[in-house]
């Protein structure tokens, strides 16, 4: 029996190195793209500029007969942060909360972060600011059920002036999810943390 034999007597052909380049490289190119999408939305090398606090020391609530319902500004006066930039230019807040806080059984408790009455942006928050902190929770009660609860947003204003100062508001609301004629939500001792940050 004969095995049939094959010699090459000349190179086999090479594909030209550009398409060979271009091939590999695709998948590095669409993690590229991936990578570089999702950052899209992302807040990068941001500079630390300035740093607020203020705390609270006083029992705050909101008693709701519609079904939702805030309070004025539960840190008094309301925070005003300076962003250090001129006319057009932005700033990052990082903006934190620290809170004692109560609602009434199976409602819901909210906490509402607004920058310049709005809700900050990129948040993450509701587009009214509001934040859920408990929900339908049947144990919980206005007597001795206290709980501490945190919320950190981020916020980029931009400046109508140079320097311009930014209201942080922060309230405490409620919302009726039974069908008790009221909600009721307090805020005891709270702490707010205010971070200014620049590109």
């Known amino acids: 029996m004969t095995e049939n034999c094959f010699v090459q007597t000349k190179p086999a052909r090479s594909w030209p190195v550009l398409p060979r380049l271009v091939l590999g490289g695709l998948p590095l190119f669409l993690l590229a793209l991936l990578v570089s999408q999702a950052n899209a939305g992302a807040l990068l090398n941001r500079t630390l500029k300035s740093a607020s606090f203020q705390t609270q020391d006083a029992m705050v609530s909101a008693v709701c007969i519609a079904n939702t319902c805030t309070t004025p500004a539960i840190f008094t006066p309301v ?3 300076t962003c250090p930039a001129d006319a057009g230019k932005t700033c990052t807040y990082y903006i934190h909360l620290d809170s004692q806080v109560q609602v009434t059984p199976q409602d819901t408790g909210l906490f509402y972060l607004l920058v310049d009455n709005a809700a900050p942006a990129p948040g993450p928050t509701s587009t009214d600011g509001s934040v859920a902190w408990l929900t339908t929770d049947p144990d919980s009660n206005l007597t001795d059920y206290v709980e501490i609860k945190s919320h950190t947003v981020a916020a980029t204003v931009t400046n109508t ?3 311009q100062t930014h209201a942080v508001a922060v309230r405490i609301g409620c919302a009726k999810t039974t069908g008790h004629a009221t909600c009721q ?5 709270a702490s707010l943390e205010v971070k200014v940050f620049t590109p």
């Open 79 to 81: 925070t005003n942060v």
């Open 161 to 163: 002036s140079s320097n």
């Open 185 to 189: 939500a307090r805020s005891g001792y």
